[in-house]
């Protein structure tokens, strides 16, 4: 079974602090996401990787940074924490070579920013 | 917005009933997948289903898919208290590797 682990299940941190949000998928997939996910607004994309170093902007990047230093690791990182950044934060993989666009989640980081 | 609607918001039923829940989408797609969602977890894929494809069946889960009105409806036969979840469509679109979310529904199945 593909897993995909994120560094933790909850985080609380303050206004103005850099937050790293780590993800880990042992499946070798070349595809990665970093997603939000807020009442009443769904899924939203952050960021996202077709490979090692590469990133793509998603639906709404601002205020978050992104890094893909190994092909496992997808790393998500806010600069500056902000409260509207309180959130729970999704990470996925999936492997385009398997000819489907299926994405496998972790379980979640439910951050909150004081 | 090319998100996917899904209709009804919140579905509660009791447990041994069907339960049936609508997907609209805007644009031509690849295909189409259904995921669940525990309270506070991750999302688990259940199915997916291509554009040339009308219905498929996975255990006590039915999916339709009709392209000609942009929709889609997830069916789960005979429910069960651990089906109570949220659940989302996504959508692939043509020439796009993103998968775009509805904003799902909340299913309840009371014992």
């Known amino acids: 079974d593909v897993k995909v682990t994120q560094s933790s299940r909850y985080l609380v941190k303050r206004t103005g602090e850099k937050v790293f949000l780590e993800c880990v998928q042992d499946?070798?997939?070349?595809?990665m996401f970093w997603y939000r996910q807020d009442p009443g607004l769904g899924l939203r994309l952050i960021y996202f990787s077709y490979d090692v170093k590469m990133k793509e902007k998603g639906d709404i990047p601002e205020g978050y940074s992104v890094s893909r230093e190994k092909k496992e690791r997808f790393s998500l990182i806010l600069e500056s924490a902000s409260t509207n950044q309180t959130s729970m934060y999704l990470c996925?993989?999936?492997?385009?070579?398997?000819?489907?666009?299926?994405?496998?989640f972790g379980p979640g980081t439910r951050l909150t920013v004081l | 917005s090319q998100q996917g609607e899904e209709d009804p918001q919140a579905l509660s039923i009791q447990e041994g009933e069907n339960a049936t829940m609508n997907c609209s989408y805007k644009t031509s797609i690849n295909n189409l997948q259904w995921y669940r969602q525990n309270s506070g977890r991750g999302l688990v894929h259940l199915i997916l289903i291509r554009s040339n494809e009308r219905e498929k069946h996975s255990g006590r889960l039915r999916v339709t898919l009709d392209t000609s009105k942009k929709s889609s409806s997830l069916l789960i036969t005979a429910s069960r208290a651990a089906d109570t979840a949220s659940y989302f469509c996504?959508?692939?679109?043509?020439?796009?590797?993103?998968?775009?979310f509805g904003q799902g529904t909340r299913l309840t199945i009371n014992p």
């Open positions: 996504a959508t692939v679109f043509q020439g796009a590797q993103k998968l775009v």
């Open positions: 996925a993989s999936s492997a385009p070579y398997l000819g489907t666009d299926t994405q496998y």
């Open positions: 499946m070798d997939h070349e595809n």
